[in-house]
């Protein structure tokens, strides 16, 4: 007898539309404070199927805010870089 097993797969609606489906891709994320715009490409994340909205987990975020922090102390008023996981 033949047996097969399937993974369990967890659907997350998003949290904003309520109706799209998260599903893993990449994302660009827009962070300014004060005079200091950093723009981060190609991260990691789920992204809404249906308004585009995005989830970053924790880790990602975490690196995220570094480049977004370093840019603040180096006094840069735009950066605009493509993520690398450290």
Not at 5 to 24: D, N, R, S, V
Not at 41 to 47: F, G, I, M, Q, T
């Amino acid at each position: 007898m033949e047996q097969r097993f399937y993974k369990k797969e967890i659907i997350m609606f998003c949290a904003l539309c309520k109706t799209g489906i998260m599903k893993p891709g990449q994302t660009t994320v827009t962070l300014i404070r004060g005079e200091t715009t950093v723009i981060i490409k190609e991260v990691p994340s789920l992204v809404c199927d249906d308004c585009g909205e995005y989830w970053l987990d924790m880790n990602t975020s975490k690196a995220v805010y570094k480049i977004a922090e370093e840019a603040v102390k180096n006094g840069t008023e735009v950066e605009i870089r493509r993520f690398i996981a450290a």
